[in-house]
């Protein structure tokens, strides 16, 4: 990892739904250009790691920053203008809109600083070529996988700097989720930092730099993703019972 400051930089994170406390005093950061993995069983807070970046959750955090600037008080739409994309894990699609129609609706312009190449239309089906051939298709009438493109698709129309992806293999057919780490591993090499919550080890091996290990909203370890891959089998989930301590 770089040297330099990190683009996402999280010291002391706790986060509740409600009265419950998911997350506590967790600490993490994102490089730029770099992948990161949080990896743990369903239920140990990754998905609410997730929707405390993007300002979903209560939370609160001795630092939580992007390119230095502190995030913790702003709304989700002002987080997502400084460069954060949010590929959640059901997805979102508005089903009653055409492909075209859920592509248009998260259009936003470069950030402000931006280093990054911006994304058009004409861009996000050359990744995903698929979505050319069914642009005029309600996301109602697509399958599984294909609204999980379609949900990178419109994050990247957004020209973030960072992508947050929650869970981007689940439910997917395997031919979709080869495309689907084409497209990351695509993705990664033109700069894009990426934070990638998964189940899957092929996955996280075939992108991620290092990971992070959560139980119980609390890190239990972080190393590079090559040791984790290392000692599980392929195709493996990436949970706290096949995990060694990273």
Request: net charge neutral; aromatic share 4%.
């Amino acid at each position: 990892m770089s040297t330099t400051t990190p683009l996402l930089q999280i010291e002391g994170l706790d986060a509740w739904y409600g009265e419950a406390q998911i997350l506590f005093g967790l600490s993490l950061q994102v490089a730029a250009g770099e992948a990161v993995a949080l990896v743990g069983r369903n239920g140990a807070g990754k998905s609410t790691t997730m929707k405390a970046i993007i300002g979903l959750v209560r939370r609160k955090a001795r630092r939580l920053t992007l390119r230095g600037a502190d995030l913790s008080a702003l709304p989700t739409h002002a987080i997502a203008r400084l460069g954060v994309g949010y590929v959640p894990e059901d997805r979102r699609i508005f089903a009653e809109l055409t492909v075209r129609e859920n592509l248009d609706l998260g259009r936003r312009p470069r950030p402000p600083g931006a280093s990054l190449p911006g994304w058009s239309m004409d861009a996000v089906f050359d990744l995903f070529p698929q979505l050319a051939d069914m642009r005029a298709r309600l996301g109602g009438q697509m399958s599984g996988g294909e609204q999980q493109m379609l949900a990178v698709a419109r994050a990247l129309v957004g020209n973030p700097t960072l992508l947050l992806l929650d869970e981007p293999s689940e439910g997917v057919a395997p031919i979709i989720v080869e495309h689907m780490t084409r497209a990351l591993v695509r993705l990664k090499a033109g700069g894009l930092s990426l934070l990638i919550s998964e189940q899957s080890s092929d996955l996280c091996a075939a992108i991620c730099d290092r990971a992070y290990r959560i139980e119980q909203g609390e890190l239990r370890g972080h190393g590079p993703m090559a040791t984790l891959a290392a000692d599980v089998s392929p195709g493996a989930p990436l949970s706290p019972s096949t995990a060694p301590t990273l």
